[in-house]
Structure formats: C-alpha cells, structure tokens
C-alpha cells in the first residue's frame, strides 16, 4: 500500500453527501497504475456558503485537482477563474483544475465520459438516430455531445414537456440546425417506426427503484440498438435489462463514470498523456467488484488483526477498505477513548449502529474492519448480515494480551488486571461473534497473510 510522504500531492472531490462515492477508487487506482505520488480524498462541503471557502482554500493548499458532484456543478461556477466553453455552455462543471496564476479552471467531463463509453462498447453516434429519456443532469451533456458528434436527430423525451423543448432548442441552437425535438415521455409511441435508436437513459429512475424503468412497454425495447443507462447501481437496471431481453446492446453507467474520472485525471497530469485502455480495463475491473461484489466483514476482539487483515484484503481485491472506528474517529474530530472519556461508551455503541446503517444504505461493497464491541448489538448483528458476509477472527485471551500489551489506547483494557479484563470480556462477547459470524477463523499462530488467504478460500466455497 503507498504511503504518503512529504511530495505527495492531493486531489479530491467536493459535494455533499460524499461518503458513497466511486471517484477515490477511481482516482487512487490510477494513480498505482501511472506511478503517481497521490492521494485523493473526498470533501464533504455541507453548504453553498461553505463552498466558495472550500475552494479558495484548495486553492492556497494547491490541491493539484478537484471534482465536483451534487449539488454544486452549477454553483461552483461562480468561484472559478476561467470556464471552458464546453462547460459553459452545457452550465455545469465537474472538474476543476489548477491555473498557473491561480484559481481553478472549469469543465465538465462527462462529454468525453460519455462519448468514450459508447465507442468503448462499439457505439457510434455520427449519423444515428438518438433518443435521450430526461432533460436536465447527464441529458444536458448527452444532448450536446450528440449534435456535436453528428447525430441523424435527436428526440429528448421528459415528463415535462416545456424541460425538453427548452433543452432541445439550447442544442439546436449551438449546433446551428434543426436536430434536437422535445418530446412528452408520454408520446414516445409517435416516434418514427422506420428506424432503429440510440437509447440514453439519463433519469434517476432506476437509482431508487431498481425495479422500474422509465418506460416499462416491452415493445419501446425492441426499437433500440443500442441502451445505455447513466445508473450504475444496480449495473443492470430494468431498463437494460428490457433492452437486452429485446436484442438491444446494452452500456452500463459504470462506463462513463470510469471515464469521466479518467478525463479528470488526464486533464490534472497532462504528463500522463491518454490512458491506455488496458490500465482503463484494470480500473473498470475494480469498480464492478465494488458495485457488484459482496462487502467482506471482519468482526473479533481488540488485537484479532482485523485491521491489518482488512488492509490486505482491500490491496489484493481493489475494494475500499473501512474501518468503523476510524469513519466515527473521523467524524467526531476525536479518539476512541476521548469520546469514552467524554459521552460514554453507550453513546459511542450508538454512534457505531448509526455508522453501519449508513453503509448499509451505500451500496458500495469494501472490506470493512469493525470495533470489537459492535456485533454486541442485536440490530448490528442484523446490519452486518445485511451487508454482507461476516468473518470472526478468534484469538486467544493470552494472545490479545501479548499483542496488546502497552497499548495505552484502549480504554476497556485500563486497569491492574487487563488479561482478566480480556478473559472476562472474551466469555461476554463469544455467543455474540458466532451468532453474527457467517465463518470463524482461529487467528492463534497465523499470519495475516495466512488469515487472508483462509478469507478467500472461505468465500469461494473451498473451506467452511
């Protein structure tokens, strides 16, 4: 794992809420692949009148480069030196990166995103006939970078009829002709028969409700060549999945996120030159484990190695890697023990409930670490379950003594008698551990390595 040192740079994403995102992943995976000395990190900007601080601020930092998502690619726009036209005319920026005088310098790279997920799936646009669903977000893009690349026509289809002939004349406008008609998603039937389409979904539906499509008639599919879904979560909504039933091909949003992100990177280290497709393929490889792949949970007492194993875990499959004392740490601006000292380890279990419920709701699989005293809790128990498969590292009272010993960090062990504690502690949690394990492994006289490779035999099935 890289470790951080005095010339290393940083690069970030501002929004909020930012705990979901893909982008670190994205951007820390190219940096590996490119030898860069980086790390990206995301910034959770929880107002507009913090945004324009946060961004002066990456400035005088030097921040070599920053993205930018929901719900400031348009706000931002104000605190920029420089926009570039592309961006400017779509009214929305998602990359910020640095001017030689100073400030940042805006644009949006979900055109190129966009552009080289469909030629990387063999899509062409110049001469087709295009239909964009939605009207506003990745559409305004999509709807541009169509007419700019030679689209036959371009039929934008939205619940709100006066949102899609709006956008349509901004295309037609730039493009100067007519090639952009604003449609009602009701009167998608009208469409011409003689031709098949291009199909960019650019809703949200589909994001909350993976079970429902923007338009759900079998038939719409079988006028489709080609779908793409700008959802990435689940990989094969219901849209892709009535376009793939109907013969059409089908392009999954995690394409144009990887390329966005990959623009980004080329356009802060213009040094890096175009990445090569087989670096592209390494990080599109990791962001499907992530998406598609199951969370792998390490649960045990203090000193069971759960971090140091979850670290390797996370190296060898490219997933992120968490630590729920660390993501409380972070959040309350202090140490486990002074937050023991000062709200009491009931308010600390509480804070650790919360934190599990949220990555619950992300999504995103990972190799997560959790606090010894967490699986005590029914609803934990049930939460870990939820998110996937649990791993109980067991280790013996003395050799948590023997690791542990001098650790001044841990508050459950202060006192005269901390291999009693330890015992005393072990007997209360051991029912606990195995009624949330889904595996046990006995830690005692292995290395992490060894642990590590006892986890994937585990999850392939091979051992039990």
């Not at 040192?5 to 979901?20: D, Q």
């Not at 670096?279 to 203090?302: D, K, N, P, S, W």
């Not at 409380?328 to 202090?334: A, F, L, N, P, W």
Request: aromatic share 6%; hydrophobic share 40%; net charge negative.
């Amino acid at each position: 794992m890289n470790q951080t040192t005095g010339e290393t740079r940083t690069c970030g994403l501002i929004g909020h809420p930012v705990a979901h995102t893909l982008s670190p992943l994205i951007h820390n995976t190219l940096a590996a692949e490119t030898d860069m000395d980086l790390v990206y990190v995301p910034f959770d900007v929880e107002s507009t009148e913090a945004l324009h601080a946060a961004v002066e601020g990456a400035a005088a930092l030097g921040v070599a480069g920053l993205n930018v998502t929901v719900p400031y690619k348009r706000d931002v726009m104000r605190d920029l030196r420089e926009i570039d036209p592309a961006a400017k005319r779509i009214g929305a920026v998602n990359t910020l990166v640095p001017m030689s005088e100073g400030g940042f310098k805006g644009y949006n790279t979900d055109l190129d995103g966009l552009y080289r997920a469909l030629t990387a799936s063999g899509a062409s646009i110049e001469g087709d006939s295009v239909l964009i669903l939605g009207a506003g977000g990745v559409a305004r893009p999509a709807a541009f970078l169509c007419a700019d690349r030679g689209a036959r026509e371009i039929f934008i289809l939205n619940r709100t009829l006066v949102r899609a002939e709006e956008l349509a004349d901004e295309v037609n406008e730039a493009a100067g002709r007519r090639v952009a008609y604003g449609m009602s998603l009701a009167d998608h039937r009208s469409l011409p028969v003689d031709r098949k389409y291009l199909c960019l979904q650019c809703t949200s539906v589909g994001l909350d409700h993976e079970n429902e499509a923007v338009i759900s008639e079998p038939a719409f599919y079988h006028r489709l060549h080609t779908a793409f879904d700008a959802v990435y979560r689940p990989m094969e909504t219901r849209f892709l999945r009535l376009a793939r039933e109907a013969g059409a091909r089908t392009i999954s949003g995690l394409t144009m996120l990887l390329y966005q992100g990959i623009r980004a990177y080329e356009l802060w280290f213009p040094q890096v030159g175009r990445i090569p497709e087989e670096q592209a393929q390494v990080i599109y490889e990791a962001l499907h484990r992530a998406c598609e792949g199951e969370t792998i949970i390490l649960i045990g007492f203090m000193g069971s190695g759960k971090t140091t194993v979850a670290g390797l875990l996370s190296e060898h499959l490219g997933l992120p890697m968490r630590d729920t004392d660390d993501m409380i740490v972070r959040e309350q601006g202090m140490s486990v023990k002074e937050i023991f000292e000062r709200f009491g380890e009931e308010a600390f279990r509480e804070m650790e409930t919360e934190c599990v419920r949220k990555l619950t709701e992300h999504g995103m699989a990972s190799v997560l670490s959790v606090g010894g005293g967490l699986p005590m809790r029914p609803e934990n128990r049930v939460l870990l379950h939820r998110l996937g498969k649990v791993f109980y590292l067991r280790t013996s009272p003395q050799e948590v003594y023997n690791r542990l010993q001098g650790d001044a960090s841990r508050p459950l062990l202060a006192g005269a008698n901390p291999m009693d504690r330890i015992e005393t502690l072990q007997r209360e949690r051991e029912e606990q551990y195995l009624e949330a394990a889904d595996f046990v492994i006995d830690t005692d006289g292995c290395t992490p390595e060894e642990v590590m490779a006892l986890i994937l035999r585990m999850q392939r099935g091979e051992e039990q």
